[in-house]
């Protein structure tokens, strides 16, 4: 009956059944384990800013933290991991915003085609107020969202034939990440789109249950999809951020000073991620042709075709959003794009 304690784990037991009369040196604080999941893999550009996360955390905690990074959804794909946030059974995740917006209806925004026109204006906008107010529409979810990150602007692989215009794409098979409003823009474009977790879709392809996917050109490279995939069209159809995320329940259990040393830390990984980003999609088309994938860039005119046939997906979804995100952020875009 003495040892009954052990149920409650094993320093209950090493404190109430050990011999008791050798004095233990004055432990050392135990260091506080975060524990940060994403779906990617380690050669991935958000992995890069997971280890400057990691570097920095453990720096200006003076060790008082320890940050683990798992890679390839060991710890669940995006769904799960954010899920896990909220139950508070897992510290961090960065996932892709399309798939929470079950959750958190403002972050659709950035699943609206062609929101952005290019990477510049769109760090802008994640970065300024529009972006901390979709942040902070986080927090009664039970999460809290400390940067955003660089997926990239995504494009269209498949093995089947090279896409030129939205016709190529009738009837073909393409994985969306589990969102509304990606669903709708591929079957806007006549596509027989399918919802699936990250994880799933390299052997997907590969069995040929599904004939394409879309996403940026880091993770086209970095994850070999050209293994499975001949072809790739820069459509750039969406762009999409990751959202750095803590457990709400471990934030409040924080600290101010260590929430700030958390928050300071995703902001200058975020930095180094985004650069590393830029290069990856600099030097990787090229590596994608020499993988052998064929590579189609589009004319303004084919562009034009995708646009026009994605453009009803902003009048059934805008509402559903909230208008007046949506309209906050096309006006910061429209500044930004005037200068
Ligand atoms: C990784 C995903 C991935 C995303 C996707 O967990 O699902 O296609 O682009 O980066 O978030």
Redesign the pocket.
């Known amino acids: 009956a003495l040892c009954i304690a052990v149920v409650m784990g094993l320093a209950v037991l090493a404190a109430g059944c050990g011999g008791g009369d050798k004095k233990a040196a004055p432990a050392a604080p135990a260091k506080k384990v975060i524990k940060i999941s ?3 893999n380690e050669q991935s550009h ?1 992995y890069a800013g997971l280890k400057k996360f990691k570097e920095e955390v453990e720096k200006n905690s003076k060790g008082r933290y320890e940050v683990q990074l798992y890679a390839n ?1 060991q710890l669940g ?2 769904v799960k991991a954010t899920e896990a946030l909220r139950a508070g059974t897992l510290e961090m995740t960065a ?2 915003t ?2 929470l917006t079950g959750m958190s209806k403002e972050l659709g925004v950035f699943d609206l085609p062609f929101i952005f026109p290019n990477s510049e204006v769109a760090y802008k906008v994640l970065d300024g107020p529009v972006g901390q107010k979709i942040l902070d529409s986080l927090q009664s979810k039970g999460l809290v969202g400390l940067a955003f990150w660089d ?1 990239g602007f ?1 494009h269209l692989t498949n093995s089947v034939r090279e896409v030129k215009t939205p016709e190529d794409v009738k009837g073909m098979k393409v994985r969306t ?1 589990q969102n509304p409003m990606h669903l709708a823009a591929w079957k806007a474009l006549g596509a027989n789109p399918t919802p699936m ?3 799933e ?1 390299f052997t997907a392809m590969q069995q040929k249950t599904i004939d394409g ?4 050109v880091p ?1 086209i490279y970095q994850q070999k999809f050209y293994e499975v995939q001949k072809y790739c069209t820069l459509t750039g159809h969406i762009y ?1 951020p ?1 959202v750095v995320l803590m457990s709400k329940k471990v934030w409040d259990g924080m600290s101010k000073e260590d929430q700030k040393i958390f928050k300071d830390a995703a902001v200058v990984a975020r930095d180094h991620e985004r650069k590393v980003s830029a290069d990856m999609n600099k030097s990787q088309v090229e590596k994608l042709r020499q993988a052998g994938m064929t590579v189609t860039e589009l004319t303004p005119a084919q562009l034009k075709a995708f646009q026009d046939a994605v453009a009803p997906v902003y009048g059934e979804f805008s509402g559903k959003i909230g208008a007046d995100i949506v309209k906050a952020v096309q006006e910061e875009v429209k500044k930004l794009t005037k200068k």
């Open positions: 994403i779906g990617l958000e959804a794909d995006d996932p892709s399309s798939p997926n995504r990440m977790p990250f994880s879709v996917q879309e996403n940026p993770t999409t990751f």
